[in-house]
């Protein structure tokens, strides 16, 4: 085992600096064809990957005010949408092509997941939704505007006409949506709904229109923070003019994550302190990469990003390569300040943590404490209670890590306590391989 106790200088005693934590370098991979949205946890890396081919909307199921929001797959699942201008009652009337032609696609906005391409087609009045209008009386979004959507691309593509006629909001309990869809000849019609019962932990619930089917394909919301993915991004023409929609590989961030951008500044010695944190999903995005047509590599930018994540603490992450052809995104991240809800122990230990979790070659135990301490027992069982490390250590006044190598730990559970007979700290550790 490598053990060490690390002094910070009292100015930081209240957080981890940048340049006090040691990279932990990381990558996901899409796949192939970019097969697989990965969704990942600062704090517990990758938690899970989902097929993103299957999926056509997206149908928003948070409980608030204004989150009716309704999403598609432009990118991976070929989907275009398109407002046909029209009010509901002309659902039966809709003629083809004749009132079909010369329409330009809604999409998704880059920069938040409660407006999607169903919203687009907004009036910008209040309470108006694109797809439908918040009724004050009912309390409901009640909807008045007809959409086609294609699917596919080339001599596949297959075209359908699309109304939504409801947002059930209240109870929470009962909350749903109906829809109505059809292909644009009128044939195999279907009337559907999409309810938040099952879906109460999750940001969407999401539709195969061609398979006329709802699932779950998100990790719960709370459990991750960034997205890995392929999504339109407006950006500027190299002509210059206005953004326009773009497929990118990129990163975009969950609800409730912000993110602050450090451009032109080294990674290794820039502080979270005093930046302004966005709450834009697309602050990540995809802009740390360009493509260089000359010599077709991609290059890098001088930049890393800091994350306030779903648990309060603050990242750091720097990207290093992308593959386009596997879909491998390489990383490095580190926390810089600790959670708010990381453990405290009476007067004695003001804070502590350990990162990352899980691991895989070696974790620190991250411990401030409000007195040096001369002599504490350092010991890692595992979840039989073998004992694996068994030591003494010195604490110092301020932050101190304690390092575990974890490489030749077999995967499973481990316990990591610290104590000095006043006091004791113990954080569950996990390790993967």
Do not use: C
Not at 122 to 145: A, C, I, L, R
């Amino acid at each position: 085992m490598k053990l060490k106790s690390l002094l910070l200088f009292p100015a930081v005693a209240l957080s981890l600096q940048a340049s006090a934590q040691t990279w932990v370098a990381d990558s996901v991979q899409m796949g192939p064809g970019y097969g697989n949205d990965v969704y990942y946890s600062l704090k517990n890396d990758s938690i899970g990957a989902a097929v993103n081919t299957n999926w056509h909307l997206g149908f928003e199921m948070i409980p608030a005010y204004g989150s009716v929001a309704i999403i598609a797959n432009h990118v991976q699942g070929a989907v275009k949408v398109y407002s046909l201008h029209k009010t509901a009652s002309s659902f039966n009337t809709l003629t083809f092509p004749a009132d079909t032609l010369t329409r330009t696609p809604l999409t998704n906005t880059d920069t938040s997941w409660d407006w999607g391409a169903l919203n687009m087609n907004t009036s910008g009045v209040v309470f108006d939704y694109g797809w439908g209008k918040y009724n004050p009386t009912t309390h409901y979004v009640e909807g008045d505007s007809l959409y086609m959507l294609s699917v596919g691309n080339g001599p596949a593509t297959k075209y359908y006409k699309m109304l939504v006629n409801l947002y059930h909001s209240t109870p929470t309990t009962d909350i749903y949506y109906a829809f109505r869809i059809a292909e644009l000849d009128g044939s195999n019609e279907y009337l559907d709904t999409v309810r938040r019962t099952g879906y109460e932990n999750k940001n969407f619930a999401y539709f195969n229109i061609t398979t006329n089917s709802i699932f779950n394909r998100e990790p719960d919301s709370k459990t991750w923070d960034i997205l890995f993915t392929r999504y339109m991004e407006y950006v500027t023409p190299p002509g210059g003019g206005a953004k326009v929609p773009y497929p990118v590989s990129g990163v975009l961030s969950n609800i409730g994550v912000t993110v602050a951008e450090a451009r032109k500044m080294n990674p290794d010695t820039v502080t979270y302190g005093w930046r302004t944190y966005n709450r834009s999903i697309n602050e990540i995005g995809s802009d740390w990469k360009v493509f260089n047509n000359t010599t077709f590599q991609y290059e890098y930018d001088t930049v890393s990003y800091f994350v306030k994540a779903i648990d309060a603490a603050i990242y750091q992450i720097k990207f290093t390569s992308f593959s386009s052809s596997t879909g491998e995104f390489v990383f490095a991240k580190r926390m810089v300040a600790f959670p708010a809800s990381v453990g405290q122990v009476s007067n004695y230990i003001a804070r502590h943590s350990i990162v990352p979790n899980p691991a895989s070659n070696e974790a620190s135990l991250l411990l401030e404490s409000n007195e040096a301490v001369a002599t504490a027992r350092f010991m890692v069982t595992d979840i039989t209670g073998k004992v694996m490390v068994n030591t003494t250590t010195a604490l110092n006044k301020g932050l101190n890590a304690l390092q575990v190598n974890t490489s030749n730990y077999t995967a499973g559970t481990y316990f990591v306590a610290i104590s000095n007979g006043a006091w004791t700290v113990t954080e569950k550790l996990v390790v993967q391989h």
